[in-house]
């Protein structure tokens, strides 16, 4: 059986008050100075872990001096994140622009929207046949695919492990969705990319709308949790004013997911109000489909959880979506989920993973 995961409410709530309301830090200091060297090594997995070790750290840092050890800590931190980011981007720009001039049109999903942060992962979206990304992978990047899980196959999923860079390299090709049900919703991943540049190199990357239609199907469709993160990088956009919500819409739902995006928008929203008291105000559009809101959420392990309950409903709501409108393949894809959730349950409980279903 799986041990029992510490409480990490305290770290939890910490990240969020730094990057949600960093003028704010000083209210998380005295957190952060009282941490003994264990607690520390468990504040840095958790806020790695939620993708903003460097925003939550440079918010405290500048109040830090006070506390030479705490100082000291933060810059060896700050340093050490730096210098993975920096060799991580210099293998995707390169991976980019392999796959970009062998004809397979690419755009960065997830990994670049927690900028300056970055993930444990570094997610594409391809149009391209995965034959192709495959042989541009191993034949120029010295590239290697991992196993692939029950998940990934349905998924058409790729990872690759690339010699001298840590994180993976995940390839979607063509399909987007927890079972890959998503074709027509995934090609505007491409049609709309749009260029972004991080750290010296220019990179494509999803529209606003598409920024928070994968965030959605990652958070509500398939995990059940939110990372501090996804709360950042959403209030972020919002309120930037970036998100054409007629767009939004529409895009939702050509994949079925109109009220999983409602209910996202909803939650982070909740949640940060917390936090930076007045949020963005979302139309009434989007109110009107949100299924649940910030009240229902709550802190599991290391993430901000969404009750299952819920996001079968919007799986239920899903499915009948892409079947009334005569998606039959999407329709069968997405009824292959709820024995593949169970059996990974089930392997859970059992061993304390899920690699090899999930």
Not at 103 to 129: E, I, Q, R, Y
Not at 205 to 216: D, F, G, M, Y
């Amino acid at each position: 059986m799986p041990n029992k995961q510490p409480d990490y409410t305290p770290i939890i709530h910490c990240l969020s008050r730094l990057t949600l309301d960093p003028e704010e830090a000083d209210t998380a200091l005295s957190y952060l100075a009282a941490l003994s060297d264990e607690q520390r090594i468990a504040f840095e997995s958790v806020a790695d872990s939620n993708h903003v070790p460097l925003r939550a750290l440079q918010a405290a840092q500048p109040l830090a001096n006070g506390h030479p050890d705490l100082a000291s800590w933060i810059a060896e931190v700050i340093a050490r994140q730096e210098q993975r980011i920096n060799n991580a981007l210099t293998f995707l720009h390169r991976i980019c622009q392999e796959l970009e001039n062998a004809g397979c049109p690419v755009t960065v999903m997830k990994s670049l929207d927690h900028w300056p942060d970055l993930g444990n992962d570094l997610d594409l979206f391809t149009t391209a046949d995965a034959t192709r990304v495959r042989d541009v992978m191993t034949s120029r990047m010295s590239a290697r695919t991992e196993q692939r899980s029950w998940g990934d196959r349905l998924a058409n999923k790729w990872n690759y492990l690339l010699p001298g860079l840590p994180e993976l390299i995940e390839v979607h090709a063509q399909r987007l969705g927890q079972t890959g049900e998503q074709t027509e919703m995934a090609r505007r991943f491409i049609t709309r990319r749009v260029a972004k540049t991080v750290g010296g190199f220019t990179f494509h990357v999803p529209a606003p709308e598409e920024r928070v239609i994968v965030a959605t199907l990652q958070r509500m469709y398939r995990h059940f949790y939110f990372r501090v993160c996804d709360i950042v990088n959403t209030i972020t956009l919002l309120e930037a004013g970036e998100i054409d919500f007629t767009e939004l819409k529409l895009a939702a739902e050509i994949g079925g997911i109109w009220n999983g995006v409602a209910t996202y928008l909803n939650i982070v929203c909740d949640y940060a109000s917390k936090y930076c008291g007045s949020t963005p105000s979302l139309p009434t559009t989007v109110l009107n489909a949100a299924r649940i809101g910030g009240n229902a959420v709550y802190v599991g392990g290391r993430f901000i959880r969404v009750p299952i309950p819920d996001g079968a409903k919007l799986y239920g709501r899903q499915f009948a979506s892409i079947a009334a409108h005569g998606d039959v393949a999407g329709a069968m894809r997405l009824s292959l989920l709820p024995p593949l959730a169970s059996a990974a349950a089930v392997a859970y409980r059992v061993t304390g993973s899920d690699k090899g279903i999930w």
